[in-house]
């Protein structure tokens, strides 16, 4: 039950629509109607500039991070948590974000959510997965292209440095899979050569996207 518990706690953290919010409070509208219509970081700027998207990557991430911890806290026996719950926190967490039972399950793509949830798992391997992030953005400029290479970096390096439990690296890799699946949209622009670049004014088309073509918000 206590596992049970913690894995609901996750969702319902994860849940909880910080960006929606802080647009709400600041503009009086739904983020979800503007731009890459995601609650994510990234659309958040686009309504309130850099302090926004810090406020919202700071409380997503740091929701992904407690959601984890909670979890190892709550399961743990003379000391040790329950891996298999943990790792259901973090899929529950990012979860969550993806699908918020508060908006009706349109959410954002759970990527400063997972961040915080890789960095509560295993923090020397999410150090070195930023680090891929950081340098494909800087190579090629493609923000999406380095949020899906190092999210599915992630696992792998967790398993080959921190050899943890099998239940963590599967929670890692059922993370990974869905926040790369959220990125579908900016897959198809990738290979077909029409994502934006970091620093390039979109063009109308990319500026006013579909519901199901959104941009690589978190």
């Known amino acids: 039950m206590t596992g049970a518990l913690a894995t609901l706690i996750a969702y319902l953290l994860g849940s909880i629509p910080f960006g929606y919010l802080i647009v709400r409070w600041r503009r009086g509208i739904d983020v979800r109607e503007t731009g890459s219509r995601s609650i994510g970081a990234t659309n958040v700027m686009r309504n309130l500039g850099a302090p926004g998207f810090f406020a919202t990557f700071v409380l997503d991430f740091g929701k992904g991070a407690v959601a984890v911890l909670l979890a190892s806290k709550l399961t743990a026996t ?122 390039r004014k979109p063009s109308a088309v990319s500026r006013q996207p579909s519901a199901g073509e959104h941009q690589a918000d978190g």
């Open 78 to 199: 003379k000391g040790h948590d329950d891996p298999r719950w943990v790792a259901a926190a973090a899929v529950a967490a990012v979860l969550g974000h993806i699908a918020p039972v508060w908006l009706r399950f349109r959410g954002g793509k759970g990527v400063a959510t997972g961040v915080g949830v890789f960095m509560a798992l295993a923090p020397v391997p999410m150090g070195l997965a930023l680090a891929i992030f950081a340098a494909l953005v800087a190579l090629w400029r493609y923000v999406s292209l380095g949020s899906i290479v190092a999210t599915a970096a992630f696992p792998l390096l967790l398993y080959f440095l921190d050899h943890p439990p099998l239940p963590i690296v599967l929670g890692a890799t059922g993370v990974a899979a869905l926040i790369i699946a959220q990125h579908h949209a900016n897959i198809r622009r990738l290979l077909d050569g029409k994502e934006s670049k970091l620093g």
